[in-house]
């Protein structure tokens, strides 16, 4: 008799085993992507070796991608190529923005210039000074990490870091006024590397305008002669910092005569807009895994006329900011720290440079009477220092990997755009009938009512199923011994 019942135990510990062991299987199968070997799952690895669009992704730009507008030890501005450069066909729509990003080192200063070009810029880290000035205006204010600000085309502005141990770091897109995609710059002093626009008058014209000797042309558009060789940013004295930080808010020459009571008014009111704070606005989502900060167009008027929106997202190690879309934004988006896995469903393929779509060459106006139907996933590994884009209308996820993930971007055409999560207690797949949802998935009355209603979060969620859902009693030794009449 205690024979048998040791058989039953060990029958029962068996089978247990065995059906533990399968069901794991159907999970993995389930719920996981295919891997390649050497790569590791959600929440990291280097994200190499997914499908063959990980390695012909023309949404993702690596460091490599930039091209250098200006390197120094004391800083650099650096620009992405037109995005039509990449693919003429995908970024149609955004071929008049250029992505640039610009880091200065502790107390230095760019010098005044202008662009034939709006932008916008985010601070990612530091604090400084920016100062505008028109021949009816002058006005500096201060900018600190998470600041927005608007530059108006061809106003002339400077930058100073004055910071004395951290880096100023600036996002910016631009806007070319001019040319599609392409704009210039202008020095009305001479550096090592760019010449002053006073080059390209005569030394009549000079002299007539400035009233001056011709010999003080030299100093005009050559520069002193102890900046010879210096480039756009340079570094200054902590005096020199501090003076320029005391003028935060000056009032242009020609309200000198004005009595106190219109000084102080004029004092409140700013020629330009002054920057905001993006970080001091509410997260419009928000919870343990993750925060977004976004501000759109319709709620700040530096934005309005160019339809940007600008955002900014802190993700937790490990989490999930679930599957959604935007209906009518692109966004070009800038990873400040951390690494991450961003997988997007689109219906386009990349062959060698140019991406094409899945219409074939010459077909591309027969695009809305034709539909393929195929749809291809995108897979990167997105790190610190890289861009990549969301276009309208493609549902993308974003993973966190080894730490924690910070992004900022720029919202293209975002004033009548909105977004759309696929996931989450706020999905809008959850809102389709029931019936509707039977029929389209092909699926039982109750599965299909629970297909879209079991994530426990809004927005962000964790990748670790533990986190979940609470975790399940493991059975016991004395359960199994009970079942088999011990």
């Known amino acids: 008799m205690a024979i048998n019942k040791l058989t039953i135990t060990l029958f029962l510990l068996i089978s247990l085993a065995v059906f533990h062991c399968l069901a794991f299987r159907v999970e993995v199968q389930e719920f996981e992507p295919p891997r390649q070997e050497g790569q590791e799952g959600p929440g990291g690895g280097s994200g190499e070796g997914w499908d063959e669009e990980a390695t012909k992704n023309p949404y993702h730009f690596g460091q490599w991608s930039f091209k250098n507008f200006f390197q120094s030890k004391d800083g650099f501005v650096k620009m992405l190529p037109k995005f039509t450069k990449r693919s003429s066909t995908l970024f149609r729509g955004i071929e008049n923005y250029r992505f640039l990003f610009q880091e200065m080192q502790p107390n230095t200063f760019l010098v005044p210039h202008h662009l034939d070009a709006d932008y916008v810029f985010l601070v990612v880290q530091g604090k400084g000074v920016i100062g505008f000035v028109t021949d009816t205006a002058n006005e ?66 000079l002299t007539a305008s400035f009233n001056i000797p011709e010999e003080l042309l030299g100093r005009l558009i050559r520069g002193p002669q102890q900046q010879v060789g210096q480039g756009i940013i340079r570094r200054v004295s902590p005096e020199q910092i501090k003076e320029l930080t005391e003028h935060e808010h000056a009032t242009s020459p020609s309200n000198k005569h004005k009595d106190k009571k219109d000084k102080h008014k004029d004092k409140d009111r700013s020629t330009f807009g002054s920057p905001f704070n993006l970080l001091a606005q509410d997260a419009i989502y928000s919870n343990k895994f993750g925060r977004y900060h976004e501000a759109h167009p319709k709620r700040f008027s530096q934005l309005q006329d160019l339809d940007i929106a600008v955002g900014w997202v802190n993700m937790t190690q490990g ?51 034709e539909m393929s139907g195929q749809v291809h996933k995108i897979v990167s590994r997105v790190c610190k220092g890289e861009v990549f884009i969301l276009p309208a209308g493609h549902p993308f996820a974003i993973l966190s990997q080894d730490e924690n993930f910070v992004a900022v971007g720029f919202g293209i055409h975002a004033s009548n755009s909105t977004r759309t999560f696929l996931a989450g207690q706020d999905n809008m797949l959850s809102n389709i009938n029931t019936v509707a949802t039977r029929l389209s998935f092909g699926l039982g009355s109750k599965m299909a009512e629970k297909l879209f209603t079991s994530q426990n979060y809004s927005h962000f969620a964790p990748t670790t199923p533990s986190h979940q859902f609470p975790e399940k009693p493991k059975p016991s030794f004395q359960s199994i011994f009970n079942l088999a009449g011990f």
């Open 319 to 369: 989490s999930l900011f679930l599957p959604q879309y935007n209906s009518e934004t692109t966004f070009v988006t800038f990873v400040e720290n951390g690494c991450a896995r961003y997988e997007m469903a689109s219906p386009y393929t990349f062959q060698g440079e140019q991406q094409q779509p899945w219409f074939g060459p010459g077909q591309e106006e027969e695009v809305e009477e």
């Open 140 to 205: 500096s204010f201060q900018i600190t990490k998470g600041d927005v600000v608007r530059v108006p085309s061809s106003v002339t502005h400077f930058f100073a870091n004055t910071n004395g141990t951290v880096p100023l770091r600036l996002a910016k897109i631009a806007v070319p006024a001019n040319v599609p995609g392409h704009f210039q710059v202008f020095f009305p002093a001479h550096s090592g590397f760019h010449q002053s626009y006073f080059t390209g008058f005569s030394k009549d014209v």
